[in-house]
């Protein structure tokens, strides 16, 4: 064998390797975000991407409704006590009208029924306070609807996702993909993430706010008492 015999038999040994062994090209995972694992959510993500909306509405507007009605001047009841001792019954109501908060409000309400029997002024008092409180608590149970509600229709995704799964899968007949699956198991497993998601967002929403409106109401209380105590007063 000569070395021309030789180069031959190299070159058909490397072609022939070559073609045993083709150079694989490597793959690139495609990544998903967010936003594309919402829309392979189906139109389920649609109704919670509407209800996490409302949520935050609600937050947000009665964060600021609350601290709002929770701001006062800490010397409001001594002010209240030096107008009714002095026998300024006008500027006392007045006083309460610049303040606008409800204890405010309950508290003038009190002043404009003075001498009148004192179980009178306190239900006056009492049915403002009632009122108050629920405009407080104003879109509160939207949101506790919405905690409760977000996950069941996420399940609901769920079980849609899954039957539209199946009835891909026994049109299919023999020739099962993979791929005729996918969508439906995408809408099944992403609305039930989305649901929980809402879900857990919207509880502890509403338990903060209602924390907030407790604290509230725990101030007007306290400026209730202080008033029926300062009526209750001997007179000196």
Same mark, same amino acid.
């Given at each position: 064998?000569?070395?021309?015999?030789?180069?031959?038999?190299?070159?058909?040994?490397?072609?022939?390797?070559?073609?045993?062994?083709?150079?694989?090209?490597?793959?690139?995972?495609?990544?998903?975000?967010?936003?594309?694992?919402?829309?392979?959510?189906?139109?389920?993500?649609?109704?919670?991407?509407?209800?996490?909306?409302?949520?935050?509405? *609600?937050?947000?507007?009665? *964060?600021?409704? #609350?601290?709002?009605?929770?701001?006062?001047?800490?010397?409001?009841?001594?002010?209240?006590?030096?107008? #009714?001792?002095?026998?300024?019954?006008?500027?006392?109501?007045? !006083?309460?009208?610049?303040?606008?908060?409800?204890?405010?409000?309950?508290?003038?309400?009190?002043?404009?029924?003075?001498?009148?029997?004192?179980?009178?002024?306190?239900?006056?008092?009492?049915?403002?306070?009632?009122?108050?409180?629920?405009?407080?608590?104003?879109?509160?149970?939207?949101?506790?609807?919405?905690? /409760? /509600?977000?996950?069941?229709?996420?399940?609901?995704?769920?079980?849609?996702?899954?039957?539209?799964?199946? !009835?891909?899968?026994?049109?299919?007949?023999?020739?099962?993909?993979?791929?005729?699956?996918?969508?439906?198991?995408?809408?099944?497993? *992403?609305?039930?993430? /989305?649901?929980?998601?809402?879900?857990?967002?919207?509880?502890?929403? !509403?338990?903060?706010?209602?924390?907030?409106?407790?604290?509230?109401?725990?101030?007007?209380?306290?400026?209730?008492?202080?008033?029926?105590?300062?009526?209750?007063?001997?007179?000196?």
């Amino acid at each position: 064998m000569n070395l021309m015999q030789m180069a031959q038999g190299a070159e058909t040994l490397a072609d022939s390797l070559a073609t045993a062994n083709p150079v694989l090209t490597p793959v690139t995972e495609e990544s998903m975000n967010l936003f594309d694992m919402a829309l392979k959510g189906g139109w389920i993500m649609v109704i919670l991407a509407a209800l996490s909306l409302l949520c935050f509405y *609600i937050l947000f507007e009665r *964060i600021y409704v #609350i601290r709002k009605a929770g701001k006062e001047d800490p010397m409001f009841m001594e002010k209240i006590k030096d107008y #009714i001792m002095g026998g300024e019954i006008k500027s006392a109501l007045n !006083y309460c009208r610049t303040m606008n908060t409800p204890s405010a409000r309950m508290i003038e309400k009190g002043i404009s029924r003075l001498g009148r029997p004192i179980n009178d002024v306190q239900a006056a008092i009492e049915n403002v306070g009632n009122f108050e409180v629920a405009k407080l608590e104003k879109g509160l149970t939207i949101m506790a609807t919405i905690a /409760g /509600g977000a996950p069941m229709i996420g399940f609901l995704g769920t079980v849609t996702g899954m039957v539209r799964a199946f !009835y891909e899968m026994a049109n299919a007949g023999n020739n099962i993909d993979i791929t005729l699956l996918s969508g439906g198991i995408y809408e099944a497993m *992403i609305t039930t993430v /989305g649901g929980l998601i809402v879900g857990i967002i919207a509880m502890f929403a !509403y338990n903060y706010l209602v924390t907030l409106v407790d604290g509230v109401v725990n101030k007007m209380e306290a400026k209730t008492m202080a008033f029926m105590d300062l009526l209750n007063e001997p007179v000196k």
